[in-house]
């Protein structure tokens, strides 16, 4: 039961992160555009709190984008999943964790593994 609750309280956090940061992406994007590329790179390359901030947050991009090509046995999918990982963020990560904690029915083995991997 414990382990229930837990996976509930994960997936309501998934929920309110994915929300939250749809609408805020959304006022973003109503008042700068689709622009985001040179805002996030110039800001690396002015070697300032918000590009380090950008750099340190790129490194989670890609232990995340690793992480889904890797749970996926790094086949076409998972490299496909890992790609839109990357450039998707927590947009993407949130949705995916829902689907793949739906299945993983309260395992935080599953969850983190994949059904291959936690089966051996």
């Known amino acids: 039961m414990v382990k229930d609750r837990a996976m509930l309280g994960f997936r309501i956090l998934l929920v309110l992160m994915l929300l939250v940061l749809i609408a805020y992406t959304g006022v973003v994007i109503a008042s700068h555009g689709w622009n985001l590329f040179p805002v996030f790179f110039g800001d690396m390359t002015a070697m300032t709190w918000p590009g380090q901030f950008n750099t340190d947050f790129m490194g989670f991009l890609i232990l995340s984008g690793l992480w889904t090509a890797w749970r996926h046995h790094f086949s076409p999918l998972g490299l496909l999943l890992g790609l839109i990982a ?11 964790l829902l689907v ?20 051996g």
């Open 86 to 96: 990357f450039f998707g963020g927590i947009i993407f990560l949130t949705i995916y």
């Open 100 to 119: 793949v904690s739906g299945g993983a029915k309260g395992n935080a083995k599953v969850l983190l593994l994949g059904p291959r991997r936690a089966a």
